[in-house]
């Protein structure tokens, strides 16, 4: 009896990691702290500038409709913590100080460690000169350096639209301090 063999997933780990990182920061995305207004009534959602979301062109004309690309993974209003778990980077790395970020897909971030002798690499193909802004493009352009170790296609490339610069500059602040 012949059985037929079975084909292979393309993409395997290295899609199930980018799969379960888009989810995790869409869930928190679509959390209902982050969806909802404190003090407002069930089904009233926000949708001004200063939080961060913004009306759809689809959405109502009573501007109670949120389109998803436009809802940021995080705004950087949040604590450290809730702002690194929203934008997913507790999934897949280990972040001291911040207790549910036990991931081990991607490097432990102890960048005011690492960050220096990443920038010195001779494999560093960026344009940082500074530690916070090695955090910054790696999370904007994670090509530019890839830890010896790791995949080149686990990281997002799509952060860079769905953070803000004040979320941003928070993490980077946060990380470039971080030491082993």
């Known amino acids: ?15 199930f990691l980018i799969f379960l990182v888009v989810g995790c920061g869409l869930l928190a995305t679509l959390s209902w702290n982050s969806v909802m207004k404190p003090g407002t009534s069930q089904g009233e959602r926000v949708t001004s500038k200063a939080d961060g979301l913004q009306p ?7 501007g109670s409709g949120v389109a998803l690309i436009n809802v940021p993974l995080a705004t950087g209003h949040e604590s450290l913590e809730k702002l ?30 690492n960050g220096p002798l990443r920038l010195a690499d001779p494999k560093y193909q ?14 904007l352009n994670p090509g530019a350096y890839v830890v010896p170790g790791y995949s080149d296609r686990v990281m997002p490339r799509w952060y860079g639209k769905r953070l803000n610069a004040k979320a941003l500059d ?11």
């Open 56 to 62: 759809s062109e689809g959405s109502k004309k009573d």
């Open 84 to 113: 690194f778990v929203q934008s997913g980077c507790a999934v897949c790395h280990t972040i001291p100080g911040i207790e549910p970020a036990k991931g081990r897909e991607g490097p432990k971030l102890v960048l005011g460690t």
């Open 1 to 15: 009896m012949h059985q037929l063999k079975q084909p292979k997933p393309s993409g395997g780990r290295d899609s």
């Open 170 to 180: 928070r993490i980077a602040q946060y990380l470039a301090e971080l030491k082993d």
């Open 126 to 139: 960026g344009t940082a000169e500074s530690v916070r802004e090695y955090i910054q493009e790696s999370i």
